[in-house]
């Protein structure tokens, strides 16, 4: 199935004496057209993201690369950013809570970049990919199995691919039941803009710490405290809410893609392309982060025949440097840039690839009549710059195959005592909890609990 357009014309409502938006229906709707155009102008061109907030955008394959992989010239640290510090970016800008900087590897340069880096990275690697596909399989098994519409039709978005990557994180964190469900709710509150979603995701990864702290175990938690590179709590729970936020997004967005791909295109039908070529295709074509990696200049420079000056924020179309003609290579190819590139690629592209393929081909094996219940040039797109993701996924199926309960043996993971509820200082605002308190109201269980609860039948 080819989305993409030869049209290098300006998009509709598009006027000729304003900036390219990046975000809003027009851009949902289409955004391959944008990326046409402005490949058209060169390999960089300058487009808004929000309004407001303007940004250079590298669409060329080779001059992603180039930026990307230069460190030493484009620097992550975004409190440099000119228009920023001269008061120029509404404080409620929604460009703000991807571009701001945060203490994490991501947004940082040099030796700090040196020391923060590795820690992620050599946690991610000690991951059991085949351990983590066998949780990722449970926890579609369990999802699955949660599918309650008499008619036999779901969102997949809703009830499958976008709480499936937060159960299998929970999983890789080691977080016991209860504290799962927090850190699920405060991540999911924050992306859905519930008030104070950031002080319960603080408090709750904070009480995570003092417990791996305390309790060690065979978790990317435990395993980032140990590293050598000497983490404090805040440093651990930053690069925590760094893999929370950077990861489960993209996954959904790749898982349902994915998905809609196999139901979707004809291709897919005559048996001969598997879950893996879907993946694939989606980290071609449809890149999950699609407009993201902001650098600032730290000196001004010259790109073709344009001059990038120093501090103003450069973005990276993934989306538009993986579909751009002139570097374009074969689908089942490895040189993609959904990972991104240099030092800061994503430290987690195995994990990923893992979670991904094992979600989509769980889904096909218990679902095997699944089909889609509108043509897939009709689903809906988000509009915002960041992520190529639907924003549902309407499916149909009949009866699904026999989900296998599993023992208790292979829970991801045992009930844990909880840790002393302790206050986050800044960046993630968290409030001391009374969870501990005997006075505290039973909670409710959460998603984690009840994955948890399903895994032992109960």
């Known amino acids: 199935m080819e989305q993409h357009t030869g049209n290098s014309g300006p998009p509709p409502g598009c006027p000729a004496h304003e900036n390219l938006k990046l975000y809003g229906p027009a851009f949902g709707a289409n955004p391959d057209s944008h990326y046409n155009y402005l490949r058209a102008m060169g390999p960089i061109a300058t487009v808004d993201i929000a309004d407001g907030v303007e940004v250079r955008l590298v669409t060329a394959y080779t001059t992603a690369l180039e930026v990307l992989k230069n460190s030493n010239l484009f620097i992550r640290d975004s409190r440099t950013w000119r228009a920023l510090q001269e008061g120029?970016?509404?404080?409620?800008?929604?460009?703000?809570?991807?571009?701001?900087?945060?203490?994490?590897?991501?947004?940082?340069?040099?030796?700090?970049?040196?020391?923060?880096?590795?820690?992620?990275?050599?946690?991610?690697?000690?991951?059991?990919?085949?351990?983590?596909?066998?949780?990722?399989?449970?926890?579609?098994?369990?999802?699955?199995?949660?599918?309650?519409?008499?008619?036999?039709?779901?969102?997949?978005?809703?009830?499958?691919?976008?709480?499936?990557?937060?159960?299998?994180?929970?999983?890789?964190?080691?977080?016991p039941p209860e504290?799962?469900?927090?850190?699920?709710?405060?991540?999911?509150?924050?992306?859905?803009?519930?008030?104070?979603?950031?002080?319960?995701?603080?408090?709750?990864?904070?009480?995570?710490?003092?417990?791996?702290?305390?309790?060690?175990?065979?978790?990317?938690?435990?395993?980032?405290?140990?590293?050598?590179?000497?983490?404090?709590?805040?440093?651990?729970?930053?690069?925590?809410?760094?893999?929370?936020?950077?990861?489960?997004?993209?996954?959904?967005?790749?898982?349902?893609?994915?998905?809609?791909?196999?139901?979707?295109?004809?291709?897919?039908?005559?048996?001969?392309?598997?879950?893996?070529?879907?993946?694939?295709e989606v980290l071609w074509n449809y890149a999950p982060l699609a407009n993201y990696a902001a650098h600032y200049p730290v000196a001004d420079v010259k790109v073709g025949n344009q001059v990038l000056y120093a501090h103003d924020p450069v973005l990276i179309s993934f989306a538009g440097a993986n579909t751009d003609p002139s570097a374009r290579n074969e689908v089942n190819s490895e040189s993609h840039l959904a990972f991104g590139a240099g030092p800061h690629a994503c430290p987690a592209k195995d994990p990923a690839w893992v979670i991904a393929v094992k979600a989509i081909e769980t889904l096909m094996k218990r679902l095997p009549d699944l089909e889609l219940r509108c043509d897939f040039h009709a689903l809906t797109w988000n509009q915002d710059p960041w992520t190529r993701s639907l924003v549902?996924?309407?499916?149909?199926?009949?009866?699904?195959?026999?989900?296998?309960?599993?023992?208790?043996?292979?829970?991801?993971?045992?009930?844990?005592?909880?840790?002393?509820?302790?206050?986050?200082?800044?960046?993630?605002?968290?409030?001391?909890?009374?969870?501990?308190?005997?006075?505290?109201?039973?909670?409710?269980?959460?998603?984690?609990?009840?994955?948890?609860?399903?895994?032992?039948?109960?």
């Open 88 to 175: 120029r970016v509404d404080p409620n800008s929604p460009a703000l809570p991807m571009m701001a900087w945060r203490p994490n590897a991501l947004f940082a340069d040099g030796a700090a970049h040196a020391r923060l880096r590795p820690a992620v990275t050599d946690s991610l690697k000690l991951v059991d990919e085949q351990l983590l596909g066998r949780q990722a399989e449970q926890v579609a098994d369990y999802l699955i199995s949660q599918f309650s519409s008499p008619l036999k039709q779901v969102d997949l978005v809703q009830e499958y691919t976008s709480p499936l990557p937060l159960l299998v994180f929970g999983s890789l964190f080691g977080c």
């Open 179 to 280: 504290l799962g469900d927090r850190i699920i709710a405060g991540i999911t509150g924050i992306f859905t803009g519930v008030p104070d979603a950031d002080v319960m995701l603080g408090t709750a990864l904070f009480e995570l710490v003092a417990l791996k702290r305390r309790q060690p175990g065979d978790d990317v938690t435990s395993r980032l405290l140990a590293h050598q590179a000497g983490l404090t709590d805040e440093e651990a729970c930053n690069q925590l809410v760094t893999m929370l936020s950077g990861g489960t997004a993209p996954l959904t967005a790749a898982i349902s893609t994915g998905i809609a791909l196999m139901l979707g295109d004809e291709k897919y039908a005559t048996g001969n392309y598997s879950a893996r070529d879907a993946v694939q």
């Open 392 to 458: 549902s996924l309407p499916v149909r199926y009949t009866t699904p195959a026999p989900i296998p309960r599993r023992s208790p043996a292979a829970a991801p993971m045992a009930a844990a005592e909880p840790a002393a509820p302790a206050a986050a200082p800044e960046p993630l605002h968290a409030t001391a909890s009374s969870a501990g308190s005997p006075q505290a109201p039973r909670r409710k269980k959460g998603m984690f609990s009840r994955l948890v609860d399903w895994i032992n039948g109960q």
